[in-house]
């Protein structure tokens, strides 16, 4: 079945200021290999010539509009944001990393709009490399700037049919212009390209159908730059696919660890930690004041900065230990959330961000006990022990936690100042309907009651002691795996919980491949689960090290037609 494809699209380059010239297809890319695979999910076209397990299906994917930005900044040597008014991604397991980004109508014209802002940027910007000196043919100093560019767009060499079908369009847009015209018109064919647009999996031109294939070397390179930095080869990878060298899974870790210890690698391990667990809202979190008077926009701007700048040490200072995620009695804060936390005292606070380590009190402990999680996985105006047990057990647990029938409401109890928020649940929940889903959600969310809805920490609700008594039940909910109280108990549970321990790799398998665990994975999550990973504090750098060196990451099964 063939589902969710990008259409191949055809139309006209055009210049501003110059009057409309050749047609150009847009994607570089043939229109087979896109109808093929493009943004598509499950089998093409008949049987498998090979067996499901043998290998993922090939693809193509779409740059998000932040791997978009890094992609252009890399052909213009300059940082680009344009991208960030492109129309968002949409989240798939709760990643935006996924294989089924489209290009919509709306995304389209954005694209092409930032093709033009960006030739007209470039030509100046690159004016270098098309310059001609004595000696030179114009024609030779066009072929010298479309192999240049055009390798740093496309992330690989410029075929030779690549490079006659732009050389003829520089030399149609300098008709009448300059070499700067023609460079300006290849450049926004460029940035209008497929091949800049997609990433392609998919191994040979002369591979069978049907067949399992390694992926080219400029492939790998690709794949593994995104993957660990979120934007396109260096020059380092680039000369390392060029000699061949990445089909080895010793120099495809050693470029890994190389490129963990860029600025970009740390952003892009915050950007799988905050997805993960399902962060990336918090800077539109709202509360009602009423209820909780110390919300304000400036309060939430410290509770984003808190969420950064813990994982940032996380990530710098323990290679993304999942333990230390959970486990750090320390946080960074600034006075705000300093006050908020009970007066915590900040040691060597930062002038620009005003940011301080601080040593947490005991109900606090990791991530999962900031004010920013909390108030994520909580109402308008209360707390919630369904949305925060659900979030333990689908993002830490990788449970399963099927929508409620469609003949039971969902909205919360209404507020009372008789009732403890647990009693309101309890009562709400106490559905048989309900009974085989809230009988592993409500102990684990219960258990997370010390913390109100913005994440401040309490013991009484309405006049009543809170009950913050918890329990992780088994999956079949007959089993009862361990009782904790309060949140900091959890996080104290968890960082030693196996199944915690095997949900990472999964979650970081999703993310880092853009899709589903699939069957010829089991040996990689295996691996990872067994290898360095698990015995090193749950180093989430580990884990990437296992997916990069696995055959997960370079086969891929192409269409049988």
Known sequence: MLTA?????????????????????????????????????????????????????????????????????????????????????????????HERLQVTSLLADQIDTAAVTLAEQGKSQLSDLYACPKGKTQDECARSFIQRVGERAFRRPVTAEEETDLLALFNQGKQGGTMETGAELVLQALFSSASFLYRTELGPDNARKGQVVELTAFEVASELSFMVTGGPPDATLLAAAKAGTLSSADEREAQARRLLKTEAAQLKLRQFFIEWLGLGGLS??????????????????????????????????????????????????????????????????????????????????????????????????????????????????????????????????????????????AAHTNNPACNSCHRTIDPMGFGMEDFDGLGQHRTEENGKKVDANGAVIAADGTTNLGTFTGGAQLARYLTTSDELANCVPLQFVRYAMGRDEHASDTELLATMRTGPYRTDHLKITEALVSLVRSASFTQRRLPTR
Not at 17 to 38: E, N, T, W
Not at 49 to 64: F, G, Q, Y
Request: charged letters at 25%; glycine letters at 8%; aromatic letters at 8%.
């Open 284 to 425: 539109k979190v709202n509360k009602n004041n009423l209820v909780y008077p110390d919300y304000s926009v400036d309060f939430r701007d410290s509770m984003v900065r808190e969420r950064d700048a813990f994982i940032d040490a996380v990530v710098k200072d323990h290679a993304g230990s999942v333990e230390e995620l959970l486990g750090a009695k320390y946080s960074f804060v600034d006075e705000t959330l300093a006050n908020f936390y009970g007066g915590l005292d900040r040691t060597n606070v930062d002038g620009d961000t005003g940011l301080g380590r601080v040593t947490l009190p005991p109900e606090r402990q990791g991530i999962l006990t900031q004010a920013g999680v909390m108030s994520t996985y909580a109402h308008f105006d209360s707390s919630s022990p369904i949305k925060r047990g659900k979030f333990v057990l689908t993002r830490m647990l990788c449970r399963t936690v099927p929508p409620p029938p469609a003949n039971v409401p969902t909205i919360p109890p209404a507020l009372s100042e008789d009732a403890t928020t647990r009693e309101r649940f």
């Open 5 to 97: 494809c990008a259409p191949v699209v055809c139309q006209a380059v055009r210049v501003r200021g110059m009057p409309d010239i050749m047609p150009l297809r847009r994607f570089y890319l043939s229109s087979a290999l896109v109808l093929s695979a493009s943004a598509c999910t499950g089998n093409i076209g008949g049987q498998d010539a090979a067996p499901e397990s043998a290998a993922a299906p090939a693809r193509v994917r779409r740059l998000t509009r932040d791997e978009y930005n890094k992609s252009a900044s890399a052909v213009l040597g300059t940082p680009v944001d344009i991208a960030q008014g492109f129309a968002a991604e949409d989240t798939i397991l709760g990643f935006s990393t």
